[in-house]
C-alpha cells in the first residue's frame, strides 16, 4: 500500500485541483476527498447541505460530483504521464459522529473512516485494478511528473531549516 497526501495537479484552462488522499490498496487506485464536518449531511437538490451543531447550514456543492470530476482529471493526467489506470473516487467523513442522511446511489461512495478502512481492505477480482509494487512504483513516478505539494499544505509548514514553533 501507498499513500500520497495533499498535492494539487494542474488541469487544463483551470486552476489547479487540490486532491486530499490518493491510495493505492489492493482492491486499486482510490482518490479519496476527506471531510472534518460535524453535525449532519444532507442532500437538497443536488447540492450537500451541512447542518452545523448550532443549526447553521453549510451548501458545500456536490461534493461527490466534484471528487469524481477530480479523479477523472487525475486519470487523464496520469495516462499523459504513460500510466493508464481507473482511479476510483470517494469521499471520507473523518468526524465518527457525523450523521449522514443520504441517498443509497451516494452513500455507496461515501464513508466513514472505519468503512473506508474495511472497504480498501478488500481485494478487487478485477485485474485491471489490481496494483502489484511494479505498478505502483510507475504510478508514483508518473505523479512526480505533474503533482505538486498543496499551496495549502506549504502555507502550514514552518519554511525549511527553520525551527518550529513549540
Known amino acids: 500500500m501507498r499513500a500520497w497526501s495533499n498535492f494539487e495537479f494542474p488541469a487544463t484552462g483551470a486552476k489547479p485541483y487540490e486532491i486530499d488522499l490518493l ?13 472534518a464536518w ?8 443536488d447540492h450537500w ?17 466534484l471528487a469524481y ?44 473512516v472505519d468503512e473506508l478502512v474495511s472497504r480498501l481492505s478488500r ?6 485494478h489490481r496494483m502489484p509494487p511494479d505498478r505502483v512504483e510507475r504510478i508514483e513516478e508518473a505523479l512526480a511528473t505533474f503533482a505538486k505539494p498543496s499551496r495549502r499544505c506549504l502555507r502550514d509548514r514552518p519554511p525549511p531549516g527553520s525551527t518550529p514553533p513549540e
Open 69 to 112: 470530476f477530480k479523479s477523472m482529471l487525475l486519470m487523464k493526467q496520469l495516462q499523459r504521464a504513460g500510466e493508464a489506470t481507473i482511479v476510483r473516487t470517494g469521499v471520507c467523513f473523518t468526524e465518527n459522529r457525523v450523521r449522514l442522511n443520504l441517498p443509497a446511489l451516494n452513500r455507496r461512495y461515501v464513508h466513514t
Open 49 to 65: 447541505i451541512q447542518t452545523a451543531p448550532n443549526g447553521r447550514r453549510i451548501d458545500h456543492g456536490n461534493v461527490l460530483e
Open 38 to 45: 460535524s453535525g449532519s449531511v444532507d442532500i437538497e437538490t
Open 23 to 35: 491510495l493505492t490498496t489492493p482492491s486499486g487506485l482510490h482518490m479519496i476527498e476527506l471531510k
Open 123 to 128: 481485494p478487487t477480482h478485477d485485474v485491471r
